[in-house]
């Protein structure tokens, strides 16, 4: 009899180092899509932010710049923020659109996945 519970805490020890890795790679992966879907909401909160100080006349670079200061948890390097159009008079739909670089920090993921590209977020607004 004890032998037989000493065979079965060896048989529990090899079935939990089968499933470690796929539970391993089922938690990795929620972490990086919900790092995704985070910095989906972040520019989507960039652009909106840049879009409500535009219309009340700021320069563009005063838009860049409260654009990714509301998106400073992501990295700048991969942040786009433009501004159009270039001229305007007050009635014109003005539009901010914040493009993000998305990168995984697993590459394992992105191999399974592949790259999510571009997170492209834009808002219009009507210059008062």
């Known amino acids: ?6 065979r079965e805490r060896g048989q529990a020890m090899v079935e ?3 499933i470690l890795p796929v539970l391993l790679m089922i938690i990795m ?9 985070s910095a989906y909401m972040t520019i989507q909160n960039a652009a909106r ?14 838009i860049v710049a409260l ?3 509301v998106a400073s948890t992501l990295d700048s390097a991969d942040l786009t923020v ?6 305007r008079v007050q009635g014109d739909l003005l539009t901010v659109t ?16 592949g790259p999510l590209g571009d997170f492209t977020s834009s808002t219009a607004m009507r210059l008062e």
Do not use: H
Request: net charge positive; charged share 20%.
């Open 82 to 87: 433009t501004v159009t159009p270039a001229t």
């Open 16 to 18: 939990f180092a089968l």
């Open 29 to 37: 992966g929620i972490v990086e899509f919900g790092r995704a879907y």
């Open 1 to 6: 009899m004890r032998t037989l519970w000493v």
């Open 49 to 62: 932010e840049g879009a409500r100080l535009s219309i009340t006349g700021a320069t563009d670079p005063e």
């Open 98 to 113: 914040v493009r993000y670089r998305f990168k995984f920090l697993v590459p394992l993921i992105s191999n399974i996945v």
């Open 67 to 69: 654009a990714k200061q």
